[in-house]
């Protein structure tokens, strides 16, 4: 349990300590970074989580009724963050802290169901950190944008940082235990979603991209190796 509430918080921490001295080179740090982050999260879920799913004799329509209501529930929190979660989030001057807010909110959502099915999931627990500094990087930027001092936007970073052990920490409670899986199975539907959104965007102009591509190949190839 210690490594499911340090390494996100790292994570994130990470990701702002980039934002606030790297500024310079961070918009290309940061695509590349999502797109392996991104591929290394999707293949994690297809390669680990999604056969532990159907591994354990549940209704499989059932556990695929609710990976779909994951990839959903993705889309709806992705109308309130604005595509945070695969590094395309803007906030308007005029939005201020009410639009930063809305967009925190949602990713704070996003951040607890993601921890869920991490307990004792050390791959997947790597996969979901690394994709957590770019997401960390966009949401200091859109701290500071919305007028938050820099210790407000490391404050917002800390809790966002925490809020995804706390997913985790629930499946240790009794009353929780018995519907562990299909709550994993709505993980597995934001991972899916997420993920393959960050791997089917296209450049500006579809132009070909080949230091993201061999990016998008190494998570996967991580995820292969480890899986």
Not at 140 to 166: E, H, R, V, W
């Amino acid at each position: 349990m210690t490594l499911t509430i340090g390494i996100p918080l790292v994570a994130v921490i990470l990701g702002a300590l980039i934002t606030e001295f790297g500024a310079k080179k961070v918009s290309k740090f940061k695509q590349l970074l999502l797109g392996f982050s991104g591929s290394f999260l999707l293949s994690i879920t297809l390669i680990e989580l999604l056969p532990n799913l159907f591994e354990l004799g549940l209704d499989r329509r059932l556990i695929s009724l609710i990976i779909l209501g994951g990839i959903l529930l993705q889309m709806i929190l992705e109308s309130f963050s604005k595509g945070a979660e695969h590094g395309h989030a803007h906030l308007n001057e005029s939005d201020g802290f009410s639009g930063f807010a809305l967009i925190f909110s949602a990713l704070f959502v996003h951040a607890f169901i993601e921890g869920i099915p991490l307990d004792g999931e050390k791959h997947l627990l790597l996969a979901v950190s690394l994709h957590k500094v770019p997401i960390a990087m966009i949401l200091y930027t859109l701290a500071l944008k919305a007028n938050l001092s820099k210790i407000q936007a490391f404050g917002a970073l800390i809790l966002f940082g925490l809020i995804t052990p706390l997913g985790s920490l629930i499946t240790n409670l009794d009353w929780v235990l018995t519907y562990t899986p299909y709550l994993n199975a709505l993980s597995a539907g934001i991972f899916l979603h997420v993920g393959a959104i960050i791997l089917f965007e296209s450049e500006k102009g579809h132009r070909f991209n080949l230091a993201r591509i061999v990016m998008v190949l190494l998570g996967m190839l991580l995820a292969y190796l480890i899986g």
